[in-house]
């Protein structure tokens, strides 16, 4: 146990939060003897970054709650040196120093023996006019949103415009909505979420709206307008004018356009870098110099589905990198596995989470994995138990063998759950014919004896069994549409309230006393409103020798997920 | 695709509810050309047992919302034939035929070229004195909620007491409370709850008897007396009667003490049947006779981790039983796997989930698995996130391999998300150190960047690896107890509240410099509240020679559960 060589190690750690603090307290845990000191350029460490956008517009009520460690009480816990406030401005690999500079002080070197890079990323400031202006601010440190909450109230500022619909800027549009704040949201791409497909961002879309927080999707900021006279009036003239000449008011406005790994420390010591980060072995070690070690955001990573480069900005891997660094350094025999980029995010009432990559990037990235994807809408819970809202799942998977590739819900409750039980089943290695025998834990407040889990695994194994057949809406085009009879098997009920275009009505409890209606010689596209009953209409339909597909996700999938062409 | 044979197949179902319509359900799409009959001896078919418990209290309002389905709605969609009403009274195995007997008709036969049994279990009736008067039921089925509301309501009952503090016992108890009933719950067992240890039911006594439900536990049911006189009334008269002289009151009186598989007709038969149901093969085929399958409640299952049998009553399994048998018919190359017994369960304020075995049944029933466990107690989502609430966690592995053997769960928040989490792992043969690396989703209002199901997986490894030693509070006689000196690594305001008995306070970030005033000839129990710092003090004394262990979970298992004896 412990360290037991006679001149304790040097352990140099470059940066405070997340990676850092975690390798700086398992070395700790490791050795009493070795020295470990964390240089952190901001004025706080080991603070919890994630909470930022809540504590911005004060659902985390008090900012000291994020600050979870102070240096007086690291020191006190771990024996580490904290040496907040102070950057390290070089490293120098030969002499194996590092040289740092503490705010108004002389730049001083520290010799190491590993070297720790924890830098994280910093926020990308994309190359508009106007974005220096004195309103405009990004959210990633303590100090950023303090500087927010200082100007919001030293002017008053009512309005707010959001570039950037990723995380951090939903999560911010909700908290200073939560403000009483105007709020407008400013995307450069058709969706918010980035990550996730259209057709699952398209609700998130909706329920933005709902809250009365203006949307602009595919929007392209020309500049950013902030006129010096406007600045502390509020007076609602600054805005960001968009290229198709609209204009997004803004008394504030929030840069928040994703990170970039702050690499500039080890660029110049001559580190492999990819366009990812770091280069490191699993070992978290640079691939340049065995060591120096990068960790969190600044490291780039290997998605484990795809097993393509990434750089992912999650605190959960930034953890776990820095613990396996000093595992390793100690003498054990780790690895790090790669990523599967499990998130939940939480906007207004909708809960959206993600595992894999989206079906947009397998089919982009991946085609090698053979993807393929069905989609359910199954209750969060036991129907008839009081308070069952639908959830939306989307289940990735190759069609070579079954293996799960990804996961994409939205729902009001239940998502987190399914998400990161679909995450474990995906690191487990597991198929879609696993999740068909999976057993969950069912009681009417939290499940169903089928779990939307099995369900999913249901239909992607009979898929693959080839007990159905599945078109996609989105592989529906106005020419393929044309080249089915377009059955709809739900009630009457449910089809006057809107159908697939040029769709006749069969319902299903009539379908096999109608089959004489059909036309033999014509493709059937066999629909519901989830997709079950429409499975049953295929079963009927096929085995009375008629060529049949079901659509995916059934009319809901249809009309949530912005497939308006389609409807009649 | 389908079934292309000549004359139709027989498939007659005894029972029409879970498994039983399950496997009607998967037969028919897997060929429209089977004639498919279910006998139901109930009213009912299809209909959401689970629910029941909650319909009883008004919680699920409307007791239609039970009934799922119909026969004349199961008639049109799946072509099944539904005889209500009607129980099997007799198998012919060589003539491959069943005697059934609808209510007020004469016996019948018809011939089956597959018989599925899915009659599932009957509510098990202890041979109590008094246990038949008028006011005592049972609670499995629509029609016993129907006649306990009836009841209910003529008499104007205004107490109940629930004799069996299992899952629906729970589930009742908690419904009729909502009614505004005075309830009692009498348990035979030292704890409600079976399946969990002792500890971990501890909160939930307490939860209960926050909320004035009396709770009597090792409490032997002498008799029920319920005088002849006293029916109707409601005077109160009516109690359950003690071994220890208690009287327990109780105007109606719940016997929920567990099912027993009907295995009556099966027996008659002359069908394998052992002490946990009819015992069949993976494909849920009768080991007596390939032509009879059995699913649900009442076929013996294998526990996928022990590998020993057991009656599980779950409707998800019963689900996929049915499914499976279904499959297997019409020629499909598949296994039914084991279960692992995920479950969870909602007490008033509480949840409590779990799947494996508990500890207690793993040390008396599974020691060839080399069983071990670890406590700990993190929020269900990051404490700076308004809400958090803690979750106790008890995760059991194997030491020989680190195979992950169960988990218990409570908490008021988070519970069934951990446990399916656990349970997908246990099912794909993850080991503890599977659950470092896991990477599940994480934002403030859902988890941690460590999430809980991460914590017991850290800790579980450090005991693998050697790490850290621990001891459990159970393990705590005051003999052994006396072989330590007990540091208390807390707050002083902490140590104010209550510590082990015979602790000196030490707290952590004091430890290092305090280790002159410890005995370096005695072996050391550090502890803390939950476990963390206690981990910390572990390190630091073991690297400085000292012999020690760590006291798992901390002061707060020996409060939460139960261990008053150890408190100083």
Do not use: W
């Amino acid at each position: 146990m412990g360290d037991q060589s006679p001149s304790p190690l040097n352990l140099v750690v470059v940066g405070g939060v997340a990676g850092g603090m975690s390798f700086a307290a398992r070395a700790r845990r490791l050795s009493e003897s070795a020295s470990i000191t964390v240089f952190e350029k901001g004025p706080f460490v080991g603070y919890a970054n994630c909470g930022i956008p809540y504590a911005l517009g004060g659902i985390i009520q008090s900012d000291e709650a994020l600050i979870l460690q102070t240096p007086d009480s690291i020191k006190a816990r771990y024996n580490v040196d904290i040496r907040h406030s102070t950057e390290v401005i070089a490293i120098d690999r030969e002499n194996k120093t590092v040289e740092y500079k503490t705010q108004g002080q002389e730049a001083k070197s520290m010799k190491y023996d590993k070297l720790i890079l924890a830098q994280g990323a910093d926020a990308f400031r994309p190359p508009i006019s106007g974005s220096n202006a004195p309103n405009v601010f990004t959210l990633q440190t303590i100090p950023d949103m303090t500087a927010i909450k200082s100007y919001v109230a030293a002017h008053c500022s009512k309005s707010v415009a959001v570039i950037g619909g990723g995380f951090i800027g939903l999560e911010a549009a909700e908290s200073l909505h939560a403000l009483g704040m105007k709020v407008s949201i400013v995307e450069y791409m058709p969706h918010v979420f980035p990550p996730v497909d259209q057709d699952i961002a398209e609700p998130i879309h909706a329920e933005i709206r709902r809250n009365n927080v203006d949307l602009h999707l595919n929007a392209r900021v020309k500049e950013i307008v902030a006129p010096i006279e406007a600045e502390g009036t509020g007076n609602g003239s600054s805005h960001v004018l968009l290229e198709s000449g609209e204009k997004v008011p803004g008394d504030i406005i929030l840069l928040v356009v994703g990170v970039r790994p702050r690499i500039t420390l080890a660029k110049t010591a001559g580190l492999e870098i990819s366009r990812f980060g770091i280069v490191t072995n699993a070992q978290m070690q640079s691939t340049t110099d065995p060591d120096i070690y990068a960790v969190g955001d600044m490291a780039e990573t290997t998605n484990s589905i795809t097993l393509l480069p990434q750089n992912l900005a999650l605190a959960g891997p930034a953890n776990r990198q820095g613990r396996l660094a000093a595992d390793h350094i100690f003498g054990r025999d780790v690895s790090y596995r790669g990523n599967v980029g499990t998130s939940v995010c939480q906007i207004f009432g909708i809960n959206v989470g993600l595992v894999g990559p989206s079906i947009t990037s397998l089919h982009s990235q991946s085609p090698n994995l053979d993807p393929e994807y069905v989609t359910v809408h199954p209750p969060n819970h036991a129907a008839y138990y009081p308070g069952a809202t639908p959830l939306t799942l989307k289940l990735a998977f190759s069609k070579r063998n079954g293996n799960i590739l990804g996961a994409q819900i939205i729902g009001k409750a239940g998502v987190d759950k399914r998400i990161d039980v679909l995450a474990t089943a995906i690191q487990a290695r597991m198929t879609v014919y696993d999740l068909e025998h999976l057993e969950l834990a069912y009681a009417p407040p939290f499940g169903s004896a089928k779990d939307p889990v099995n369900m999913a695994g249901f239909v992607a194994s009979n898929v693959l069994r080839g007990d159905t057949e599945i078109i996609h809406p989105e592989d529906l085009t106005p020419e393929i549409l044309d080249q089915y009879q377009v059955i709809d098997v739900r009630s009457p009920g449910e089809f006057a309230r809107g159908y697939v275009r040029g769709a006749k009505l069969a319902p299903l409890n009539e379908l096999r006393g109608r089959l004489g209606d059909l036309d033999r010689e014509k493709k059937v596209l066999v629909y519901c409103q989830v997709g079950y009953r429409g499975y049953l209409g295929y079963r009927i339909l096929k085995q009375e020798g008629f060529k049949v597909v079901n659509l995916d996700g059934g009319f809901k999938a249809v009309s949530q997920g912005g497939f308006g062409l389609l409807v009649g």
